[in-house]
């Protein structure tokens, strides 16, 4: 399984304003995907985060509210833009390579207020 | 988005005990996971099922993929405190590896 660490682990912002999380595996994968844990509830997708061009982005997600970059195979970001409380969630990064399993980063923890 | 059934929702089981946990679909699934998530962490992946009908297990975890391609259970042998956490199941359609999870079963373990 591929390392994978996120930056920031946690965040107090304030609403308005904009966050951008990091997303750095070990070695080179082929996926990369970005989801939303909402307190106390499951994991749902926000895009997928595609090498060199632009995310592919879920049904009630919109690149202006979470605009998403992955220059190169092992790193990928993902910005919550404009926040607002209701952004409070765990952000999580996941990847996986041809044939594997996905496999999940600790999560960024944000608290907007 | 479409999220998987999982029951039951929560349990509280004494160390020693099995559980027993399942999730249920509306849609066919290519691949089944199950994922344990303890609190400040992301989910860890337990199980693969990769076949309609396949049983496999990893330790005192024993999952299956039903053969209808919709369901799948988890079963924990002899339950230990360090089994605490929430567990999720996720299906993959197989297209884009793009994954839908279950609602998550929270499982709190007494001495």
């Known amino acids: 399984s591929a390392v994978i660490s996120q930056k920031p682990s946690r965040d107090i912002c304030q609403r308005g304003t904009s966050l951008t999380i990091q997303c750095q595996v070990d070695?080179?994968?082929?996926?990369m995907f970005w989801y939303r844990q909402q307190p106390g509830q499951s994991l749902t997708l926000i895009a997928t985060?595609?090498?060199?061009?632009?995310?592919?982005?879920e049904s009630g997600f919109v690149i202006d509210k979470f605009p998403i970059s992955r220059p190169n195979l092992t790193f990928s970001t993902l910005t919550v833009s404009n926040m607002s409380p209701e952004d409070s969630s765990i952000y999580l990064c996941?990847?996986?390579?041809?044939?594997?399993?996905?496999?999940f980063g600790p999560g960024t923890r944000l608290l907007v207020l | 988005g479409q999220q998987l059934n999982q029951s039951p929702q929560s349990m509280f089981i004494q160390e020693g005990e099995d559980v027993s946990m399942n999730c249920t679909s509306s849609?066919?699934?290519?691949?089944w996971l199950w994922y344990k998530q303890e609190p400040g962490e992301g989910p860890v992946l337990l199980i693969a099922?990769?076949?309609?009908?396949e049983l496999t297990s990893n330790g005192r975890l024993t999952a299956q993929f039903g053969i209808t391609r919709k369901d799948s259970f988890l079963n924990i042998s002899a339950s230990i405190p360090s089994d605490v956490g929430i567990y999720f199941c996720?299906?993959?359609?197989?297209?884009?590896?793009?994954?839908?999870f279950g609602t998550g079963t929270r499982l709190q373990v007494t001495l």
């Open positions: 996941s990847v996986n390579r041809v044939g594997e399993t996905q496999y």
């Open positions: 070695s080179q994968v082929t996926m």
């Open positions: 985060a595609n090498q060199g061009s632009e995310a592919t982005y």
């Open positions: 849609s066919i699934f290519n691949t």
């Open positions: 099922l990769y076949k309609a009908g």
């Open positions: 996720a299906g993959d359609t197989g297209t884009a590896s793009k994954l839908t």
